[in-house]
């Protein structure tokens, strides 16, 4: 059984609103002694296989679970004689994408996809290949998941040993939807620092696993992938402008998922779980506006010199309500969660490898990225990236 506090409401999504250290004086560019943390490179892998909401509800469990009627009532923007007319697929279709903004996901194939390790080694094929290296340029992996197949040995390792670099060294931090931006800061750090001259960081999830798929209300949310990028001390187009940002604000309630061995015994495997509701939904969007403002002011930087904010996408009404605080600054936000869900952390790798591929529109000659995330445990960080178009180094 989950835990009492472990109720999903319709349009969940992870975190609250944190305290923000005070940061640095904002400074009018990066001093020389800043250290210099390139991006060389991003990629990111994806299952073949996509369910939309039509699929998802041919599942027996989400149909024997779902209240057509209530749902058909509570339809916006659909008159009384269009509402009676729908099917009830149709009508979990337009609830789904009413109340989180997700038409589809990707979802694990086992035929495949292998494992949360494979997906991530795919990812960070593609980031190096972007890079121009190979993989025995790498020095540390630094890895974010909650979906491991294995706990030992560790996915970073794991990871290595796919790429054909089985003695190079790495690990695994678990900060749930905010892991990636988590992975980063560690990644700055090893290079900002000289330990280490060319990180691979990296998140993967496999949230199906995870997923009580008898629960409509969170089915609907998650999806499968993984994404990567190469940090450098000496190569890439971009670059990290000042220290990443993490913070907390400790909560056991708000996203749940139990330990295997700690489950009473005849337990059923454990599924992961979510707080939600309107009062969530606003105090994400205020904690990842937060943590972001306290990463900006260390990069010196502020809003009206952000082009792009790749902010993680639990639920659409997150990205929109994000992107009406931005948009007296002219910064535009990135959103895929009509196409993938929420990927955990790897929702901000993805979104960043297309939003530099081009994927999501020509990029100006210079732009400047923000990346914020708010996620389990309450865990929030944001990172400031700068990237120069090609043919332009940073």
Same mark, same amino acid.
């Not at 027996?60 to 008159?79: K, N």
């Not at 691979?200 to 089915?219: E, R, Y």
């Given at each position: 059984?989950?835990?009492?506090?472990?109720?999903?409401?319709?349009?969940? $999504?992870?975190?609250?609103?944190?305290?923000?250290?005070?940061?640095?004086?904002?400074?009018?560019?990066?001093?020389?002694?800043?250290?210099?943390?390139?991006?060389?490179?991003?990629?990111? &892998?994806?299952?073949?296989?996509?369910?939309?909401? &039509?699929?998802?509800?041919?599942?027996?469990?989400?149909?024997?679970?779902?209240?057509?009627?209530?749902?058909?009532?509570?339809?916006? #923007? !659909? =008159?009384?004689?269009?509402?009676? #007319?729908?099917?009830?697929?149709?009508?979990?279709?337009?609830?789904?994408?009413?109340?989180?903004?997700?038409?589809?996901?990707?979802?694990?194939?086992?035929?495949?996809?292998?494992?949360?390790?494979?997906?991530?080694?795919?990812?960070?094929?593609?980031?190096?290949?972007?890079?121009?290296?190979?993989?025995?340029?790498?020095?540390?992996?630094?890895?974010?998941?909650?979906?491991?197949?294995?706990?030992?040995?560790? +996915?970073?390792?794991?990871?290595?040993?796919?790429?054909?670099?089985? %003695?190079?060294?790495?690990?695994?931090?678990?900060?749930?939807?905010?892991?990636?931006? *988590?992975? /980063?800061?560690?990644?700055?750090?090893?290079?900002? @620092?000289?330990?280490?001259?060319?990180?691979?960081?990296?998140? #993967? =999830?496999?949230?199906?696993?995870?997923?009580?798929?008898?629960?409509?209300?969170?089915?609907?949310?998650?999806?499968?992938?993984? #994404?990567?990028?190469?940090?450098?001390?000496?190569?890439?187009?971009?670059?990290?402008?000042?220290?990443?940002? /993490?913070?907390?604000?400790?909560?056991?309630?708000?996203?749940?998922?139990?330990?295997?061995?700690?489950?009473?015994?005849?337990?059923? =495997?454990?599924?992961?779980? /979510?707080?939600?509701?309107? *009062?969530?939904?606003?105090?994400?969007?205020?904690? /990842?506006?937060?943590?972001?403002?306290?990463?900006?002011?260390?990069?010196?930087?502020?809003?009206?010199?952000?082009?792009?904010?790749?902010? *993680?996408?639990?639920?659409?009404?997150? %990205?929109?309500?994000?992107?009406?605080?931005?948009?007296? @600054?002219?910064?535009?936000?990135? =959103? !895929?969660?009509?196409? &993938?869900?929420?990927?955990?952390?790897? !929702?901000?790798?993805? $979104?960043?490898?297309?939003?530099?591929?081009?994927? *999501?529109?020509? +990029?100006?000659? %210079?732009?400047?990225?923000?990346?914020?995330?708010?996620?389990?445990?309450?865990?929030?960080?944001?990172?400031?990236?700068?990237?120069?178009?090609?043919?332009?180094?940073?």
């Amino acid at each position: 059984m989950l835990p009492p506090h472990s109720r999903l409401e319709a349009g969940a $999504t992870g975190g609250l609103a944190v305290p923000v250290p005070a940061a640095p004086d904002q400074r009018d560019s990066l001093s020389s002694s800043e250290p210099q943390v390139r991006i060389a490179g991003a990629g990111k &892998y994806l299952p073949a296989r996509a369910v939309d909401n &039509y699929a998802l509800y041919e599942l027996d469990s989400i149909r024997d679970a779902f209240d057509v009627e209530r749902a058909r009532g509570s339809l916006r #923007g !659909t =008159d009384e004689a269009e509402a009676a #007319g729908l099917d009830s697929a149709e009508v979990f279709h337009r609830w789904a994408l009413q109340v989180t903004g997700i038409a589809r996901r990707r979802i694990f194939d086992e035929s495949r996809d292998i494992s949360t390790e494979w997906m991530c080694a795919e990812a960070c094929r593609t980031a190096l290949g972007e890079a121009g290296m190979v993989a025995s340029d790498v020095d540390v992996i630094v890895a974010a998941s909650i979906t491991a197949r294995e706990i030992v040995p560790n +996915l970073a390792c794991t990871v290595a040993d796919f790429l054909g670099i089985p %003695t190079v060294g790495g690990y695994v931090l678990n900060a749930a939807c905010a892991g990636f931006v *988590h992975a /980063m800061a560690a990644g700055y750090a090893l290079v900002g @620092s000289g330990s280490a001259g060319n990180v691979l960081v990296v998140s #993967g =999830d496999s949230l199906c696993k995870v997923t009580n798929f008898a629960d409509p209300t969170t089915a609907v949310l998650f999806g499968d992938g993984a #994404g990567a990028v190469v940090l450098s001390a000496d190569r890439g187009q971009g670059r990290v402008l000042g220290p990443p940002l /993490m913070v907390a604000d400790y909560s056991p309630t708000h996203l749940n998922l139990p330990g295997q061995n700690w489950q009473p015994p005849g337990s059923p =495997d454990p599924t992961i779980s /979510m707080a939600g509701g309107p *009062h969530v939904l606003r105090q994400a969007i205020k904690a /990842m506006l937060d943590v972001a403002e306290g990463a900006l002011a260390r990069a010196g930087t502020t809003w009206e010199e952000v082009d792009f904010a790749i902010p *993680h996408q639990a639920n659409r009404r997150i %990205t929109q309500g994000i992107q009406k605080a931005l948009t007296s @600054s002219g910064v535009r936000v990135i =959103d !895929t969660i009509e196409e &993938y869900g929420n990927v955990s952390a790897s !929702t901000v790798a993805i $979104t960043l490898a297309e939003l530099l591929r081009g994927d *999501h529109g020509p +990029l100006p000659e %210079t732009s400047r990225i923000v990346l914020t995330a708010v996620g389990g445990g309450y865990a929030s960080s944001a990172a400031v990236l700068e990237w120069r178009a090609a043919g332009g180094s940073a």
